[in-house]
C-alpha cells in the first residue's frame, strides 16, 4: 500500500466551481499533514496545514480524519489561478526534522 | 520575503561524473533537506540534515551521495558517479526549529539534472 494515496485525475473543472480532492495514508503514527501545491516544473509551496478539527483559509478548507487517515481539500470558487498540483504530505513527527512523504498529486485544471 | 536559493538551475552531465548541487537556505533555520523528483514521478526524500549531521536518509540515500555544509551558508549534495536514473529535479529545503507544531518545510527552486 502507498505511504500516501491521491487520485491523479486530472479533474478538469469550470471557473467558479468546488471542488474536492481526497487523500489517504497508511502509517498510523503520521503527526502533521500538509496540502503544497505545485506548478509545472515548480518547487512544492505550502498550502495549508491540516489540523484534525479542520481549517479554512479563504477559499480553501482542510479536513483530517484521523480515525479513517484521510485528508480532504475543498476548493471553493476556484479560479483559472489554481490550475496547478496540489499534493498532500505527511510527517511522522509534528516537529521539526522529520522527512516528509509526499503523494503522486492530484492534477487540477481550472477552464474559463 | 526569505527564500531557499539554488544553483545551478540545471545541470547537464555525462553518466559517471560527478555533480555538486549547492543550497542557500533560509537564514535562520536549523534543518535542511534534499527532496528529488523524477519527471511524472512523486516527491521522494533523500536525506535531512541537522548539527552538522544525517538525521536521517531514505534509501534511496546510497553512497553514491553525500551531503555537505561547508560554511555557515551553503548546504550541498554531492553525487558521485552519477547515473541516467539520477536525472531529476532536486529540490533542496529548510525549516525552522523554533516553528515548533507546525514542521513545515520551504523549498528552493529545484536544480534540474541531466545526465546523458
Known amino acids: 500500500r502507498k505511504e500516501v494515496e491521491q487520485d491523479p485525475g486530472p479533474f478538469n473543472v469550470p471557473e467558479g466551481a468546488t471542488v474536492a480532492f481526497n487523500c489517504t495514508y497508511s502509517n498510523s503514527a503520521s503527526q502533521s499533514f500538509f496540502w503544497y501545491r505545485q506548478d509545472c516544473r515548480k518547487e512544492p509551496k505550502l498550502l495549508m496545514s491540516v489540523y484534525s478539527s479542520g481549517n479554512e483559509d479563504g477559499r480553501f478548507t482542510a479536513q483530517l480524519n484521523r480515525a479513517s487517515q484521510y485528508i480532504s481539500l475543498l476548493i471553493r470558487d476556484s479560479k483559472l489561478s489554481d490550475s496547478a498540483t496540489y499534493l498532500c504530505v505527511v510527517n511522522l513527527d509534528d516537529n521539526q526534522g522529520g522527512k516528509l512523504i509526499f503523494g503522486q498529486g492530484t492534477e487540477l485544471s481550472v477552464k474559463p | 520575503e526569505p527564500e531557499v536559493t539554488q544553483t545551478p538551475s540545471h545541470q547537464v552531465t555525462q553518466m559517471g561524473q560527478e555533480v555538486i548541487l549547492r543550497c542557500v537556505p533560509i537564514?535562520?533555520?536549523?534543518?535542511f533537506y534534499w527532496y528529488r523528483q523524477i519527471l511524472g514521478q512523486k516527491v521522494e526524500f533523500l536525506v535531512s540534515?541537522?548539527?552538522?549531521?544525517?538525521?536521517?536518509k531514505s534509501e534511496i540515500f546510497d553512497d553514491q551521495f553525500s551531503v555537505e555544509r561547508p560554511d555557515g551558508s551553503n548546504f550541498t549534495l554531492k553525487i558521485r558517479s552519477t547515473k541516467l536514473e539520477d536525472s531529476a529535479m532536486y529540490f533542496c529545503?529548510?525549516?525552522?526549529?523554533?516553528?515548533?507544531?507546525?514542521?513545515?518545510?520551504?523549498f528552493g527552486q529545484g536544480t534540474r539534472l541531466t545526465v546523458v
Open positions: 537564514s535562520n533555520h536549523l534543518y
Open positions: 540534515f541537522y548539527n552538522n549531521e544525517i538525521s536521517e
Open positions: 529545503a529548510s525549516s525552522d526549529p523554533w516553528d515548533r507544531g507546525k514542521a513545515e518545510a520551504f
